[in-house]
């Protein structure tokens, strides 16, 4: 399978060294801590719950309600009893919380922030490939919009995605979208063959495995964390059940078990495959670890679009709502159900 990827720096960085990218202006970083009242303040009187990805800035994960990856988002927001509930991350993730809350005020900061990987299939292009597999199954994962979700059997993270593929009858073809990698890490460990989209992350398809390979060479005690459910990290995952990252030390972990197996583990460093805004997170739960991006340069321009000062104007305004067309959101809802249902069981280890 191709792989389109940008070249990058393969110097070894300090495992320190690596810092979360910031949209925000010299100014709003001054103003950040009165925003951040504000936002406290306009949460109660609204009440709202913030839900924050992995990846937004830091400055976000430290006001959220909620810190996690798309699935524990779309938990998140299924549980919620507030009346308004504020995504603070990508498109697609405000309008799977729509689906799951239709009768809540659903807000998303910055309407622009889209996701490069669910863009690179639009529903007319899913319609065209269905009609050329009358009766495939479409397993679609997580990182798509509304309307892909609609016209699709299965929704996935990559910590289920084996789980729904192998319980799929033998005699029925399946399409797989739009995540190119992981639909072949899939294939790969399933021996399934599937139709796989050629969509990727704009991100993490430029992390090169054998430079992964070089910053574990210069960093020999530090464990590789690849994180399973965030679709930006599927790269990793072909990678690594290909033999291309050396397993052994490598470790695939949903976000909590990364917690825990940092926390629990007597090493000190740990370098971590995803976008740097998970560092963050890690960092402030393990102050006594030692974190760094396996690849420094993975930042989406996307995540980063939210700040304080949009999330303050959301909730004072009640601005931008997201709305999903009825008969979409009840199409789509099949499948969200479906990836809500099936528990992750992607192994920590392989």
């Known amino acids: 399978m191709e792989q389109r990827l940008r070249r990058q720096s393969t110097a070894p960085l300090p495992l320190m060294s690596g810092v979360t990218s910031s949209m925000n202006s010299p100014r709003e970083d001054s103003e950040t801590p009165a925003l951040l009242d504000e936002i406290r303040a306009l949460r109660r009187e609204r009440n709202a719950v913030i839900l924050a990805h992995n990846y937004q800035a830091p400055a976000i994960q430290d006001v959220a309600d909620y810190v996690g990856d798309s699935l524990g988002l779309s938990q998140a927001a299924a549980k919620t009893d507030a009346a308004v509930i504020v995504m603070c991350g990508v498109y697609f993730m405000a309008e799977t919380a729509k689906i799951l809350c239709p009768d809540q005020t659903v807000l998303i ?11 690179s299939i639009d529903v007319e292009q899913l319609r065209a490939w269905k009609r050329e597999h009358p009766g495939a199954l479409v397993v679609a994962y997580v990182n798509t919009t509304a309307a892909v979700k609609a016209e699709s059997d299965y929704c996935v993270t990559s910590g289920n995605a084996e789980a729904v593929v192998r319980s799929l009858p033998a005699d029925r073809e399946i399409l797989f979208l739009p995540d190119m990698f992981l639909g072949a890490h899939v294939e790969r460990v399933t021996g399934r063959k599937m139709h796989v989209w050629m969509g990727e992350c704009h991100v993490h398809a430029g992390i090169r495995p054998d430079e992964i390979e070089k910053r574990r060479a210069a960093n020999p005690d530090a464990d590789l964390l690849i994180h399973p459910e965030c679709g930006c990290t599927t790269q990793m995952l072909w990678a690594r059940s290909a033999g291309t990252i050396e397993s052994t030390d490598s470790y695939v972990l949903s976000t909590e078990k990364m917690l825990s197996h940092a926390r629990e583990s007597s090493k000190s460093r740990f370098l971590v495959a995803t976008e740097t805004g998970m560092l963050h997170r890690l960092r402030t739960e393990l102050p006594e670890k030692q974190f760094a991006a396996a690849d420094p340069g993975a930042v989406c321009r996307y995540m980063k679009m939210i700040t304080p000062r949009k999330l303050r104007d959301a909730l ?13 959101a009840k199409r789509a809802r099949v499948a969200i159900d479906r990836m809500l249902e099936v528990p992750a069981t992607q192994p920590s280890r392989e």
């Open 109 to 119: 900061p910055d309407r622009d922030a889209g996701c490069s990987l669910a863009d």
């Open 316 to 328: 004072r305004d009640l601005a931008p709502q997201v709305e999903v067309e009825p008969e979409i």
